[in-house]
């Protein structure tokens, strides 16, 4: 492991602390929201701020997730319950969606550009039609709590993945409205004497590794940040073995539980893992040593690094590909180019000194990774 305190380049333009930030996959543009409900467009060539919207209209408002439209200048930003369909071109809003029936955490485009999810805080994900502008599907069932974060799945253009404050992550048919299987974070470690054992395995955040700059293979995982400090990979598209495959789960609308949700829930074991883990990164392995609130998979490492914030003020990167058990069916089917760079499971450890609000990484060896924090400014790092 190596460890450093490098001094990073800052993005200014916000008046309160950043809470999302995106970077533009084709030009050299970021995206960011804050406490004081701006939206900021951010020019990573010159640092300064391109052009800014507030969403406030009655009042202060924070804004908890902006993302990029597939079309030029287009963005979508989320404050309260509405989400705010803008051309920052114009620095105008061209619709808004009164959908959800609380405060939205965060939102997801699918690859196509047709689909916007927008999970909330009641546990529901709505999927919007953003060429009808109407509501297409209303996810509910399964999350019991917050739903923290939500993603659209590269290579499965009918599915999503959604996490919350239940400690669950679920995977969705939004064509259907059903879910498809579900994992509950926890079950697959013993408590120890680590203080995360009395940290909640909540799940904060989600990310899934897309192409072009990642193997498709890399396309089944999904990478979760959990609030005992685990960061855990699953391989989405796993299958359970033996008598449990197709196996339900009873509850109702409300329970945590849903119809239709195949169970991965085992009875504890020492040092099992669950079935669908590819690896976990612990505080033990020398991870985090509080909650984890953000996740992604590194673009610069075609998806072969993960890069986490949490509240210990780290930003930690890892080279998961080093950590697969070696009787692990991805240890055997790694594709060309992903062998491990590290021995010891993260590559470098970055003392942040804030607490993390979201990472965004972008491809390149300059200015690559940029860090929302309980700052005005987001960080902006070279990895490589």
Same mark, same amino acid.
């Given at each position: ?63 908890? @997730? ?84 939500? @993603? ?13 404050? #239940? ?117 033990? #392995? ?41 009787? @692990? ?56």
């Amino acid at each position: 492991m190596s460890e450093s305190t490098q001094a990073p380049d800052l993005l200014r333009g916000h008046t309160a602390s950043v809470l999302c930030c995106a970077v533009h996959q084709s030009q050299a543009v970021l995206a960011s929201g804050s406490e004081d409900g701006d939206v900021a467009i951010h020019d990573l060539r010159s640092h300064e701020v391109a052009q800014r919207l507030n969403l406030g209209e009655s009042g202060p408002v924070e804004v908890a @997730s902006a993302i990029f439209g597939v079309e030029d200048n287009q963005v979508f930003a989320c404050s309260e319950a509405c989400v705010f369909q803008i051309d920052m071109r114009q620095g105008a809003v061209l619709h808004r969606y009164a959908v959800n029936n609380d405060e939205i955490n965060s939102l997801a485009l699918s690859p196509n550009g047709t689909y916007l999810a927008a999970a909330d805080d009641t546990g529901a994900i709505k999927i919007v039609n953003v060429r009808t502008h109407q509501l297409h599907k209303s996810l509910t069932g399964c999350h019991s709590n917050i739903c923290a974060a939500v @993603s659209f799945r590269p290579h499965n253009p009918w599915e999503i993945l959604s996490c919350g404050l #239940d400690a669950q992550l679920v995977r969705w048919n939004f064509a259907t409205g059903r879910p498809v299987r579900r994992w509950q974070m926890g079950a697959e470690l013993v408590q120890s004497d680590s203080t995360q054992a009395f940290n909640p395995p909540l799940a904060h955040s989600i990310d899934v590794a897309s192409p072009p700059w990642a193997p498709r293979q890399f396309g089944r995982l999904v990478a979760v940040a959990r609030g005992d400090g685990h960061v855990a990979l699953y391989d989405a598209d796993h299958v359970d073995p033996g008598p449990k495959k197709g196996k339900k789960v009873k509850g109702k609308k409300g329970s945590g539980g849903a119809s239709g949700c195949q169970d991965s829930a085992t009875a504890e074991e020492a040092g099992r893992l669950r079935e669908g883990q590819v690896c976990c990164l612990t505080q033990e #392995d020398g991870g985090h040593s509080a909650s984890v609130g953000t996740v992604a998979f590194h673009q610069a490492s075609n998806g072969r690094h993960v890069v986490s914030g949490g509240n210990d003020a780290a930003l930690l990167i890892w080279d998961w590909t080093s950590c697969v058990p070696d009787d @692990s069916p991805w240890a055997r089917s790694m594709p060309e180019g992903s062998e491990a760079a590290s021995s010891t499971g993260y590559l470098h450890r970055i003392s942040h000194g804030r607490k993390v609000n979201a990472v965004a990484t972008c491809r390149g060896t300059g200015l690559n990774t940029f860090v929302a924090d309980t700052s005005r400014t987001i960080k902006a790092y070279s990895i490589t």
